[in-house]
């Protein structure tokens, strides 16, 4: 199951900065559970109770909810291209195995990335918190689903029997003109059951 959820998780989050055309949809259309956005100055607060999460994002980017578990947050399109520079995504999957340690987590999650991605080059790998939970985070380059580089950071944590999964990406360009605000955006990350 891990396997699996590792594979197609990545397969999603590696592909978030596609080509494809992402429409907006709210949680309870997906889930049949309520979400809500807030106003906090220049960021806007979005929380899903289903998923039980909660994440500060900035004002002028959308939120997309994709099956399976997965939220994405892109800014706007720079330019004349169809192609976000930039996307942070979430996924939140339920575990079988109940606890699983986080070092088999990060086992699994390393090799589906090397196997996944010929071109996959690890640049950081350390011990990590998540909204006061020990985690784990890499930042690495590869090549996604849309034969597109990207630079990424991946940062994944176990929480009771839920597995979270935080996936920024950019053109390598521009990685670091987002990175501020995607920090922002995983300081203010907060589990909410």
Request: aromatic fraction near 10%; include cysteine; charged fraction near 15%.
């Amino acid at each position: 199951m891990s396997l699996l959820f590792l594979a197609v998780t990545l397969v999603c989050l590696l592909s978030i900065s596609s080509n494809t055309s992402y429409s907006a949809t709210s949680v309870s259309a997906i889930f049949g559970a309520s979400s809500s956005i807030t106003s906090n100055n220049n960021f806007l607060t979005y929380q899903d109770n289903t998923l039980g999460i909660e994440i500060e994002y900035p004002t002028g980017w959308i939120h997309e909810l994709h099956p399976g578990g997965l939220v994405t947050f892109l800014p706007s399109l720079e330019g004349n291209t169809n192609t976000y520079p930039a996307g942070l995504g979430i996924t939140v999957e339920h575990l079988k195995s109940k606890n699983m340690p986080l070092s088999e987590l990060t086992k699994i999650q390393i090799k589906n990335l090397t196997q996944n991605h010929p071109d996959f080059k690890l640049l950081e790998s350390t011990d990590f918190r998540l909204a006061g939970n020990m985690a784990y985070k890499i930042v690495f380059t590869a090549t996604d689903g849309m034969k597109h580089e990207r630079k990424a950071m991946q940062i994944w944590t176990v929480k009771g029997d839920n597995a979270y999964l935080i996936t920024y990406k950019a053109e390598p360009g521009q990685y670091s003109k987002y990175l501020p605000t995607i920090q922002k955006m995983v300081d203010s990350f907060r589990f909410t059951k």
